[in-house]
Structures are given as C-alpha cells and as structure tokens.
C-alpha cells in the first residue's frame, strides 16, 4: 500500500490537470487495478466512483474500458457523465457502441457529453452519429455542441 496506492489516492485527490497528467505517467498497473476496484466496489461512494472514472480516462488505459461499462448502469447522472468522458478517451469499438446508445439518453447533458466523447474516437460510425445529432437533437445546445466537434474535425 506504500507508493502504489499512494499515486492512485493523489490522482482521485488532485483537482489540478497538470498534476493529475503527471501522475497518470507515473501509475502503474497496481494503481489502474485500485481504480478499477473502486468502481467495482458496490458500497464506494457514488462521487468515489465518478473521480475514478475521470482518472482512469486520464490514464488512457484500454483495461478500463470493460469494467467501466460494467458499472455504468449502477451510476448515478455524474458517474454517467465521467463515463462517458473517460469512454470515449480511451476509445474503441465497445467504448463507442456505448457512447452511440447514450447519445439516446432522456437527459440532455449526458446526450452532450456522448456526444463530445464520440467526436474523440472520431471513427466514422462516430462522426456519422454526431452528424445525425447535429441535425435532429430535440436541444439546441447538444446540437451545437456536435457541430463544434464537427467543424473541429474538418
């Protein structure tokens, strides 16, 4: 528990991005594992949960992709939105087919932040999805958003 899990409890305590960048470079695979544990663990407090999530995004471990949406339908609206982000830093095709299906979600935030997420995969199943969000959003603001992302990949 000495340095390991030390680099791990920094990175959920630092509210700082630079910092936070710097230690994802120095974690390792024992401080991917005590993330992916807290958002494993049933009983960890729910905004526990989401830093994980943001971290792990941080982290740019593909590991953290399977046992993110594992838990993504226990979360509560934040750890949906750290998931969402994290997803779609860490890329591939299950990342994305679940960032396609939130895209769909009743709440407008979260279709945003999909929607952010996909334009960081930036396949063309994703870009082929934010062009549709981009068209027919019932919210103003996802579908501004998705074009932003749009005009950004041009």
């Known amino acids: 528990m000495a340095e390991l899990d030390n680099i791990a409890e920094r990175m959920l305590a630092t509210d700082c ?4 960048e710097e230690l994802a470079r120095k974690a390792t695979a024992e401080d991917l594992a005590a993330l992916v544990r807290i958002i494993e663990e049933d009983k960890a407090p729910d905004a526990r949960k989401t830093r ?7 982290m740019g471990k593909k590991e ?14 934040g750890g949906r939105l ?8 860490l890329g591939g095709a299950k990342a994305r087919g679940e960032l396609v299906k939130m895209t769909a979600a009743d709440d407008a935030q979260i279709r945003k932040v999909a929607s952010q997420a996909l334009a960081r995969i930036g396949d063309k199943t994703a870009m ?4 549709e969000i981009a068209a027919s959003d019932a919210e103003a603001f996802v579908r501004r958003a998705a074009r932003k ?3 950004r990949a041009k």
């Open 17 to 20: 991005g630079h910092s936070l």
């Open 52 to 58: 994980a999530m943001f971290v792990l995004g941080r």
């Open 64 to 77: 953290a992709v399977q046992p993110i949406l594992k838990a993504l339908p226990k979360l509560d609206e």
């Open 82 to 89: 750290a998931a969402a982000d994290a997803l779609g830093r």
């Open 128 to 131: 082929d999805r934010l062009q």
């Open 149 to 151: 992302k749009l005009d």
